[in-house]
Structures are given as structure tokens and as C-alpha cells.
């Protein structure tokens, strides 16, 4: 009987996914054409970031993270001939607060407005912490029943704020990576009518299960604590606050509820802007707009209660190097179709990058990855008068060491647990490998200091700080 049951379901679910995707094909960054929307009002007195003038090249030979597998160098003339082919629509590097880097591909410019699916899930996740400041919501721990009744009934009255913020609601809906019950949901006439109807699977508080339809519920109930629509809430603390340059649009379902889980689009250089207000604490021009604690808990890694510790408040933070997730400040906002917002308040770095696809890409770990590289000439290359400073130990968080030495131009590693020697030959300014023990070594440089090196072996990467 059970069989039975999961044939169906599937059955169904193949319909009706070949039906959506007969009418409206599979979710696209110009899905604000499909839905009715609301629009979020740019402001009268638009921040403009200031332009470098340095002369700044992204590194030609770099390795892209790809999904789960190695990382992997592609024969193509150039970066931009790689982000060209990979679907990229935009790519924009800021650091210390000004534009480094800044690029749009495959028709697409800096005037373009696209749908950013669930980098939506941070902006909604932002206003939730100022619901919170503002007395709207008591604390994480309220329960969801407070504010949906529905939810006071089928063993649902346990899930709290922190577990929609944490994706640990245990409710019975899955949808990372499983489109046919994102379309499900997507193409809704009434969301909030199925929100209301989910049942439960775990425990709240026991298992990490992505759920778009989680976080739709957390916007319905910061919707009806503050009385305020998500478009105008949005407009009223972020949008209007941060100068944002361009309107955006929200995008909802019949009813006229906004799809706060994926239904946001902007233009790029505005997502960079929210990326900057994380980068600073959830401060802006003086003004404290997101409460500092909601940002620092966003970086916050941990498995306490069911939680993954590469997802906090609707971030993700499974960055680059892979090593060890918790003593990291990194994180990014993802979305379908490789859409991030990534922040690193290590380096003051915010890279932003829309496109069409992901092309087997992650671009979470390449953004937060190329953030490592030196992109200005001041930040220095290894060259031959400079390399001598290379010489010496390095250490890593696990109290593994390395040791480097440079003679005659010529630079050897060794593992102190090690019982071999690893030759290193340049692959570029700042990389270097020995391809006899698969081992490439980046080194991290800021303003000509050597600060540290991370290691690739395999698919594991270590960062390791110079003694």
C-alpha cells in the first residue's frame, strides 16, 4: 500500500511538473514578468559606491568550485570568457566600501532587474530581526501559533521563529533540489492556504530540511506582528535606509501574497548594498539598521538543536576553505540559477554574481574563494624580490604545520607530519603547485604581507597562518 502511495506521488508530481513546465517552464530570473507584483521604492538620495581607479584584473588562472568534486581550472582565454560561458549575468567585487571590480555578460547591464529566487530568504530574514528589535516579535523562541493560529493544531504548535530562521521546523515539505515541489509551491494561487495545511515530519528542532515554504512562513508571521506587507516593510527599513538605487519588485500569487521565500528582484549593484550592511555589522552610514547580535548570530555555526552548520537565518555558510566551518566569518546569500550575495568582514570584501544557470558551478565557495586572491597591484604579487618571504612555519586550526623554505629561488614544503618534500613551482602570481603530490598552494597577500596560504589537496583546502 505504502509502494503504491510513493507511485502515485510521483506520478503526480511528474504531471504536474510537465504541465507547469509546458505553460511557464522552469523557474527564470525573468519570472517578474509571470506574477502580478509589488513594487519597493527606490530612494530620492541614492548611495553610490565610490569607483577605484586601480587597474584590476581578476586572476587568470584560478580554480572555480565545482558543486561537490574538485575544484577545476578551465581552458578559457580569459575569466570573463569563463563567467560569459557559464551563464553569468553580472559580477561585482567591492572592497573597503568601493567598486574594485564590476561587470555584466550575455546581454545583460548594470540596468537590468532579474528575479534572485531565495537570496529573497535573507531579506526576509533581515526584517525578522527588526521585528524583533522593534517589539513586534518577543524573541526567536515565540511560537508560530502566536501569530497563525492554524498552527495550534496537528502537533504543529512547537515550531518557534528560530526554527523557520533555521530551516529545523520539521514540517513535511522539502524542496532543495527537488523542483517539482518547488513548483508545487511556486506556482501557488494561494500560498499561505497551503502553508496553513502542512503537516509535520520531525520534531521542530531535531532535523536541517530545507523548505522554501519555511521561510514563507516566517514572512507571514512578521507580516501580521507588524501589520506591514513584506514590499512595504522592505521599503521602510532597507530599502529606503540603504539608498538603493533602483526599484524593486515583489513578486506574489493571486491572492496577493509576496513570495518572501524567492520572489524578490533587483538590480545587482543594490544586492551589493546589502551584502555591505552585513559586512558591517547591520550598521549603515552610522545607523544601526539590522540589530548587530541578528548579523553576528547569521555568521553563528553550530549543530545544537537539528541545525546544519552551514545555514544560519537564511545564509548559507558552507564557504571556502572547506576545513573547518566554525571558525569562519564568512557566509552568503544563495539562490536558484547561482544567484549570491557574499560577504567577508575577514578581508571587507562583498561579491555579488546573478546569472541564468549555475553551470555545476558553486558559486558560494568560487565567490568566497576568489575573495582570497589579491586583485589590486598594492596588495603584491610573488615576485623574486619577495619571495624569500615565504620562509617559515605555518600553522593551521587543527595544530597541523608546514613548513616552507626558499632557496635559490626554488621553494620546497614540508608537513611536519610529513615524511616527504613537496617542490612548488609557480602557477600564477600568488599560486603554486606540485602535481606529483596533487598539492596547490594559494598564498594570501594583503598590502606586499604574507598573511598565510591555503593548502589544496584533493578536495580538502586548509588555510594555514604564518607563525
Known amino acids: 500500500m505504502k509502494r503504491l502511495y510513493v507511485w502515485a506521488m510521483c506520478l503526480f508530481y511528474l504531471m504536474f511538473t510537465s504541465c507547469t513546465a509546458i505553460r511557464y517552464n522552469v523557474p527564470n530570473v525573468t519570472d517578474y514578468k509571470l506574477f502580478d507584483t ?5 530612494s530620492e538620495n541614492p548611495f553610490l559606491f565610490p569607483r577605484t581607479n586601480s587597474n584590476v584584473n581578476l586572476p587568470d588562472e584560478f580554480l572555480w568550485a565545482m558543486g561537490n568534486k574538485d575544484d577545476k581550472y578551465f581552458e578559457y582565454a580569459t575569466p570573463e570568457m569563463f563567467l560569459e560561458a557559464t551563464g553569468t549575468h553580472s559580477l561585482i567585487i567591492i572592497r573597503n566600501d568601493s567598486v574594485l571590480y564590476e561587470n555584466y555578460f550575455n546581454g545583460f547591464n548594470a540596468d537590468s532587474i532579474q528575479t534572485v529566487f531565495s537570496v529573497t530568504k535573507a531579506f526576509a530574514s533581515a526584517l525578522t530581526g527588526i521585528a524583533i528589535e522593534e517589539g513586534f ?17 496537528k502537533g504543529r504548535d512547537k515550531i518557534t521563529i528560530n526554527n523557520l530562521l533555521q530551516m529545523t521546523s520539521g514540517v513535511n515539505q522539502k524542496d532543495f533540489r527537488d523542483l ?33 515554504m519555511t521561510t514563507q512562513i516566517l514572512g507571514m508571521c512578521v507580516e501580521r506582528a507588524t501589520g506591514k506587507k513584506f514590499a512595504e516593510y522592505l521599503e521602510e527599513k532597507i530599502w529606503q535606509p540603504l539608498g538603493m538605487e533602483y526599484n524593486a519588485l515583489v513578486s506574489t500569487d493571486k491572492n496577493g501574497s509576496a513570495k518572501q521565500y524567492g520572489g524578490l528582484s533587483v538590480r545587482p549593484i543594490d544586492m ?16 544601526q539598521i539590522i540589530p548587530k547580535s541578528w548579523v553576528e548570530a547569521t555568521q553563528t555555526r553550530d549543530t545544537i538543536e537539528g541545525r546544519s552548520p552551514s545555514y544560519s537565518h537564511c545564509f548559507w555558510l558552507d564557504t571556502y576553505p572547506l576545513e ?12 536558484f540559477r547561482g544567484q549570491v550575495i557574499y560577504s567577508n568582514p575577514d578581508n571587507n570584501t562583498v561579491i555579488v554574481r546573478t546569472g541564468n544557470k549555475e553551470a555545476g558551478v558553486h558559486w558560494g565557495r568560487s565567490l568566497s574563494k576568489l575573495s582570497h586572491f589579491p586583485l589590486k597591484t598594492t596588495d603584491g604579487f610573488i615576485n623574486e624580490e ?7 612555519k605555518y600553522k593551521n586550526n587543527f595544530g597541523r604545520e608546514l613548513l616552507l623554505s626558499v632557496v635559490d629561488g626554488k621553494m620546497v614544503m614540508k608537513g611536519l607530519d610529513e615524511d616527504y618534500e613537496s617542490e612548488l613551482k609557480p602557477s600564477s602570481k600568488v599560486t603554486f603547485e606540485d ?18 596560504l591555503i593548502l589544496e589537496q584533493g578536495k580538502e583546502s586548509y588555510y594555514y597562518s604564518k607563525n
Open 137 to 153: 516579535i518577543k524573541n526567536i523562541n515565540q511560537p508560530v501559533s502566536d501569530f497563525i493560529p492554524a498552527f495550534k493544531e
Open 435 to 452: 602535481k606529483l603530490h596533487n598539492k596547490k598552494v594559494l598564498v594570501n597577500m594583503r598590502t606586499n604581507k604574507i598573511l598565510g
Open 38 to 42: 509589488q513594487t519597493v521604492q527606490k
Open 272 to 287: 551589493a548594498k546589502f551584502g555591505t550592511l552585513y559586512l558591517n555589522g547591520g550598521e549603515w552610514n552610522g545607523k
Open 180 to 212: 517539482a515541489r518547488l513548483l508545487w509551491f511556486y506556482y501557488a494561487k494561494d500560498q499561505e492556504a497551503r502553508c496553513e495545511k502542512l503537516k509535520m515530519r520531525y520534531e521542530p528542532g531535531t532535523e536541517f530540511q530545507y523548505s522554501s
Open 324 to 335: 573547518n566551518v566554525f571558525n569562519k566569518n564568512d557566509f552568503f546569500a544563495g539562490g
Open 386 to 392: 619577495n619571495i624569500a618571504q615565504l620562509n617559515g
